[in-house]
């Protein structure tokens, strides 16, 4: 339920944006995203992973964007949201390159790659 929940968070924020930054489906698409993170890892470990002393400023910028795009100014709060979302993150990034890394060592995709490049 999580994942999928997720997942329609992030397609709802993609469609948002893709329609001009329609403030209804940015808010809905949050929402979506916020529950599906809370249904997959757990409400205190949620609470914990926003909240820890040294992501507060992330988070107060991903949240601030979230309360501006209900509020329905989108653009300001879409890019307070980026700017945290980067900010809550950033430790997160270079395990998920090292993983898009790896997958070109998959016998199928490097072939691919190597045929691509």
């Not at 992501?55 to 709060?77: A, E």
């Amino acid at each position: 339920i999580g994942v999928g929940l997720v997942g329609f968070g992030i397609f709802f924020v993609l469609f948002g944006m893709l329609l001009y930054f329609d403030s209804v489906l940015l808010a809905f698409g949050n929402i979506l995203f916020l529950s599906g993170l809370v249904f997959i890892i757990g409400f205190r470990r949620t609470f914990t992973f926003f909240f820890q002393r040294p992501k507060l400023k992330g988070t107060s910028f991903f949240l601030g964007g979230v309360i501006i795009v209900l509020m329905r100014w989108p653009i300001l709060g879409m890019l307070l949201e980026a700017y945290g979302f980067i900010t809550l993150f950033r430790s997160f990034f270079p395990v998920a390159f090292g993983f898009f890394g790896s997958l070109l060592n998959i016998p199928v995709l490097s072939k691919v790659s190597r045929a691509l490049g």
